[in-house]
């Protein structure tokens, strides 16, 4: 490498739309991990040595080892992801490293899985493809739960568990549905705010938004979403106690952390029918899931490979925008979603 290049190291390749944005610039030296699969940790912490960026997957951990390994030249990290569970803020604000990360451009992807999940909860999808070619049709086989409302059943409730762009979007797709009630359970550390739900409720065009207690939302709820970050605060927040509460006909849709519902607890609530149905798009354990995981066993219980930003439009917008993020970083220039900046 020439002295006056600037290394980067890239955990995955980004393919041909995004990697000339870095490997045509003449000054940098790109460095990547060569297989079609999470980058391993040992080849990580070889490479990093002397980086200026670095940039990572949520399969990387950044940590006080990897910042160590590269030492005082690294400037930013740059992840392909909205979440950072998977990155030392901490660390990294001691040692004045920068990080990028891809909020917004996700939003839309997820929010129609989001409502994709609660279709395919109600309505037996993971049943329904396993029935051929022993089905016999019949009036009733596989009717579950509707989700848009109808003349003999009006109401219509969503339950957020977060309620930040992701959740907001989700809800927005709901609202022809016959969504008329949106509850939402927020930050412990902000007090209610009656006005902003009310603007929430005439922007929607609904009769209600409003912040609730956990208890309520389960209560009350016909759908209730899961979308708040992972980590300690959030762990296992939808467990048993929470699941004996929802209605029969519910369903619930996990699209955030895995972490945040209780899979044994969901399992058995399916199993005793607590609640209808789950549409799961990230599991406790992943990417590790084996075909034994108390979800994948469970009926009326769809599971996705965490595919909630998964779209041609989305992944690309996320790839352009973590390499520009890393670009900004490398160079001392604005980065277009640097934490504790962009938002
Ligand atoms: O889960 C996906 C992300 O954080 O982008």
């Known amino acids: 490498m020439s002295d006056s290049k600037l290394k980067v190291v ?41 980086a200026s960026g670095i940039l990572v997957m949520l399969s990387e951990k950044v940590d006080e080892e990897l910042l160590n390994a590269a030492g005082p030249k690294l400037r930013v990290v740059s992840t392909m992801s909205v979440g950072y569970e998977h990155a030392d803020l901490k660390a990294l604000l001691t040692r004045g490293v920068r990080f990028g990360y891809t909020p917004d451009v996700l939003t839309d992807a997820v929010a129609d899985l989001s409502v994709m999940l609660a ?27 509707q989700l848009s409302s109808t003349p003999t059943s009006p109401k219509r409730t969503a339950g957020f568990i977060g309620f930040g762009r992701i959740a907001q ?3 927005a797709r709901l609202v022809p ?39 309520e939302l389960a209560r009350e709820s016909d759908a209730v979403f899961v979308l708040a970050p992972g980590g300690p605060a959030t762990y296992h927040i939808v467990d048993e106690q929470f699941l004996r509460q929802m209605k029969k006909t519910a369903v619930l849709v996990n699209t955030s952390r ?7 607890a969901l399992a058995k609530a399916l199993h005793e029918g607590w609640l209808y149905g789950a ?7 992943e990417p590790q899931v084996g075909l034994d995981h108390p979800l994948i066993k469970a009926p009326r219980c769809v599971v996705l490979p965490h ?6 439009e989305t992944r690309l917008g996320m790839a352009t925008l973590t390499v520009n993020n890393l670009l900004g970083g490398v160079f001392g220039e604005e980065m277009p979603a640097e934490l504790g900046t962009s938002r």
């Open 10 to 50: 890239v955990c995955r390749d980004l393919g041909p739309d995004v990697m000339p944005l870095l490997l045509n610039n003449p000054r940098l030296d790109v460095v990547v991990w060569p297989h079609n699969s999470a980058c391993e940790r040992k080849w990580l912490l070889e490479n990093a040595r002397g």
């Open 119 to 145: 279709l395919m909860a109600g309505r037996n999808t993971k049943e329904t493809t396993e029935a051929w070619p022993n089905f016999v049709w019949s009036p009733f086989a596989f009717c579950g739960p």
């Open 169 to 171: 979007a989700t809800f």
């Open 177 to 215: 549905f016959g969504f008329q009630h949106c509850l939402y359970t927020g930050n412990a550390k902000t007090a209610p705010d009656p006005a902003a739900d009310a603007a929430l409720a005439a922007k929607y065009g609904v009769k209600e938004v409003r912040r609730v207690e956990l208890d």
């Open 258 to 264: 895995g972490t945040l519902v209780d899979s044994d």
């Open 279 to 285: 549409g799961i798009d990230v599991v406790e354990g």
């Open 307 to 312: 595919i909630g930003s998964a779209t041609n």
